[in-house]
Structures are given as C-alpha cells and as structure tokens.
C-alpha cells in the first residue's frame, strides 16, 4: 500500500486524511512495522528509494523517518541508515492512559518505598525492582583511575569543605554540556547537589510550603513522592498518556480550579512510564504554567540515555521555560556511587543556595573533582554511546520476555531512553500479591502501586532493564510471568 492509497481508504471510512504527506508515510510505516512485515532491526528502504516508489520528495521522507525517529519508532545509524528500533513491541498494546484526579491526595508511602529499596539492594534477589544501573554496564574503571590520582596527588587540598555551588571547574563543565541541548548556561547558575534527590528536594523546599499542592505525573517516581511526604506537601495526580504525556487540557481545568505551587515532572523518558512529551506538547505546558504563575521543577535525570539520533530537549531550553528549576545527575548515566547531581534553580537562585546551606552545607570535593576531569578528557561521550547500546540491546531482551512470558492481554511502554518498562496486567490484577510470591522464588520487582500518592495502579509493575542481561535474569522474567499467568487464571 502506498501513501496515496492510504489517503483513499481513510476518505473512503470518513476519516480525516492526515494533513501531510510526511505523516502519511509515518502513518503507513508504522503500519507496517505492527503488522509484522518490518522487524525489530531491520533496515528500511534508503530516503531515495522510497521517495520514488511513492513519487513524492526526498526532504518529505526524510521528515517522516525524523518524526518517527524523534518518537523511538526508528534509530538512524550514521553511513548506514534508518533501523526499526529494537525495542519496538509487536504483540503487546501500550499501557492505558491514566484517570483524572481531581482533588489532591496527602502522601503515606515512606514504609512500602523503604520496604522496596531494601529488597532491591539484596544480591540474592534477580534485579528487577530498583531503577540504577548495573556497575558491570558502567564500567567506570576510568572514574575511578581520576578519583584516585587527585586524592593522590592533591588529597589534602581535596579534603576540605566546598563552597555551597560546588566546585567551579565541574559547574563549568556541566554549563559546556549545556550547550549541545540549545541552552545557555554560566557555570554560576549551577549548584551541585548530592544526586538528583537533593536537587528536587531544594528545589521543592525553595517554592512551596507544607500543605502546598504539588502537580505531578501518574504514575510517578515513588523517590518524588516520598520527598513530598517528607516535606509535608499535597500531591495533585495527573492523568499522563504513554506518548504524548500528562494531559495538558485536564491540567488547565484543575489550575483554574484551585491553587498548585509547583509542578514537579521528569522530561525525558520518565520513571516509570517512560515517555517524553512531544516539543510541541512542552511549550503548551510551559505557556499553561507561565499563564498561572506556576514553576516548574524538571528533573532530566535519564535525559542522556536516548536511543534517537538526538536527545531529547529539555523544557528549560524551550522558549517559555524560564520559570524552571532544572535537575539531573550522574547517577543513571555515570556513577551511583558519587551521588553527584546539580540544580539550575534559575530566579530561585539564592532560595536554593540558602537551603544547600541548611541542609548539606556542600558536596563532597573529591568525587566532583573527579567527574569534572572525566567530563574534560571526552571520555563521557565514548561511555554513553556504548551504554545507550547496551541498554536499547537491555529492553529489547526484557520486552520480547515480558511478550513470551506474561498474560496475553498485558500491555507495556516502549520507552525511546532509559532502562525501564512499565507493564499493564488486567484490571483486578494485585501486583502486591505477585510480588510476596516473587520475593519466595527470589525475584524482586517494583510493584505499581508505590507510583502513586493515591496507591492507584495496583495492576501494574515497573520492570528494570540495567542490568546485564543473563540467563539468570531471563528466567526470572519467564518465572515472574508464569507466576503472573496463575494468578490471573485463579
């Protein structure tokens, strides 16, 4: 079928045809990929040769691999091409969106995040449960070499306080990356914090109060949660879409409804959805919040983990994101260990300052030294280009598992970055009672419900992927999905 024969049939149902050619020809080869006839991997057609075939331009094609590209649908390999993405699922649907909410919840998850984190931290148990990646992907043997030649050779300048900001060649280094996202930014708009948690835990500190409403995702990161449980703030669920993200006309009635002192959102493939909202969708949220005065609190830890040509852009480098506190670390690209991160807290520059202050006083010198001379030498890009392939090589193993194993009618995302799936079991389904049963057969996984102020979600699980894929953690799958299929036949 070609596009033009595509436009037809949509006239002849009483369809809408689509109102360019370019996301005609997206429309068909994502037809073509569900229906088997494109496989994960596989090449397609060269621009030219598809351009001919369907007698239209070659910059149309070419637009048409881009927005699928931009979408994880595609990867472009430099001199050779564009693939299917080896993550593409074939035979599960995407999770549901999630409901409205319309009213905030308080937060009470402390004890069940603390249960999870103890269980994902065990050795004995196949890791599933806990989102960091596996030390034997990292290999940060390089880091380490930088750490132990300044403590080596400078270990006495090195063990000292810091200055609150951190220190300034890592803030410089930080700003320089910046410049690749479209952003520009001074190494003195940088506060290096003790991993992304600190950074949104300042960042909440310096807008909202105790008994403030804070806007978030749902489902969302259960560390985000339980710092609003800790910090004594309401949570204001929205509903959130697997592609297209939080429902951004649902958010407009809910802020017209009622005050909201910050939203709190990750950019960039997000825990544990995966999505990342689409340039157009994040420009109508930040003219949404700009008209209401609210902030935005943008945590881009898993931005650096795209499997797409080109990264993802943050909303603080769009037109409009000036009101935004931005947030990322180390910890899922580099190193856990280091618990390095920073803030860009923007006007609420001086706010966060005074809070590092009270809260940590500084950043431990060493490590940031460390990743400041990593970060100069270039051996950060070379790390990540291997890490996004492993990891791309990761969720392709874990989907088509989840595909072999689970319940037929089980949906799961299919994040373009990051590590980690979000898998949809049948309503009714108690991922609770599968996970006491997984734990007795060592398996550990994050149950849904820790996802959510308002316990929603039961019937759903996060699944992590970063980890080096093994025998042992592919018949943990196999056996969790085995364990699942009973219970819903039960």
């Known amino acids: 079928m070609n596009t033009g024969t595509l436009q037809r049939n949509r006239q002849a149902a009483g369809n809408v045809p689509a109102p360019h050619r370019y996301e005609q020809l ?25 351009s001919e075939q369907h007698g239209i331009s070659i910059s149309t094609v070419l637009q048409a691999y881009r927005l699928l590209e931009d979408r994880g649908v595609l990867v472009a390999r430099p001199q050779s091409g564009f693939y299917v993405a080896a993550t593409q699922g074939g035979t599960l649907a995407l999770p549901s969106a999630s409901r409205l ?16 984190l103890e269980h994902a931290s065990n050795p004995a148990l196949v890791p599933l449960g806990c989102a960091v990646p596996d030390a034997a992907l990292l290999r940060s043997h390089r880091l380490d070499l930088a750490l132990a030649r300044a403590a080596r050779q400078h270990g006495d300048r090195h063990n000292v306080y810091g200055t609150p900001r951190g220190d300034p060649r890592l803030r410089r280094e930080i700003s320089r990356r910046a410049m690749r996202i479209g952003h520009a930014l001074s190494p003195d708009d940088v506060v290096i914090t003790n991993g992304c948690t600190e950074a949104f835990t300042l960042a909440l500190s310096a807008v909202a109060r105790p008994g403030d409403t804070i806007a978030v995702e749902s489902p969302t990161y259960f560390g985000f949660l339980h710092t609003l449980e800790v910090l004594g703030l309401k949570v204001l669920e929205l509903p959130t879409d697997p592609v297209e993200g939080i429902h951004i006309e649902a958010f407009a009635r809910l802020l017209d409804a009622g005050p909201v002192a910050a939203c709190l959102l990750s950019s960039s493939f997000s825990n544990p959805l995966g999505v990342s909202m689409p340039d157009a969708r994040k420009r109508e949220l930040l003219a949404l919040l700009a008209r209401h005065g609210v902030p935005l609190i943008e945590d881009d830890v898993y931005g650096d983990i795209h499997f797409a040509r080109e990264r993802p852009t943050p909303f603080i480098a769009l037109d409009g994101g000036a009101n935004t506190l931005y947030c990322s670390s180390f910890s899922k690209s580099l190193a856990p260990g280091y618990r ?11 706010q966060v ?28 890009d070379a790390h990540m280009r291997r890490l996004r392939r492993l990891l791309e090589e990761n969720l392709r193993h874990l989907t088509r598992a989840i595909e072999a194993s689970f319940p037929a009618e089980t949906r799961v995302s299919r994040p373009a970055g990051g590590f980690a799936l979000w898998v949809e079991l049948p309503r009714g389904f108690d991922s609770r009672a599968l996970f006491d049963a997984a734990l007795e057969l060592g398996i550990c996984f994050a149950p849904g419900d820790v996802f959510s102020a308002s316990r929603r979600f039961r019937n759903c699980l996060r699944l992590s992927a970063g980890w080096r894929w093994s025998e042992r953690i592919e018949e943990g799958v196999r056996r969790l999905g085995q364990l699942a299929g009973r219970q819903h036949r039960s």
């Open 26 to 50: 997206a429309e068909l080869i994502v037809d073509t990929i569900d229906n088997g006839t494109l496989a994960p991997g596989e090449r397609l057609p060269s621009v030219r040769a598809v």
């Open 101 to 116: 909410r319309s009213k905030a919840s308080t937060v009470s998850i402390s004890g069940a995040v603390a249960a999870l």
């Open 340 to 350: 390095v991160g920073w803030i860009a807290p923007g006007k609420y520059a001086q």
């Open 353 to 380: 300052v005074d809070r590092k202050l009270a809260f940590s006083l500084c950043s431990p010198v060493l490590p940031q030294v460390a990743l400041a001379d990593f970060l100069a030498s270039g051996a950060y």
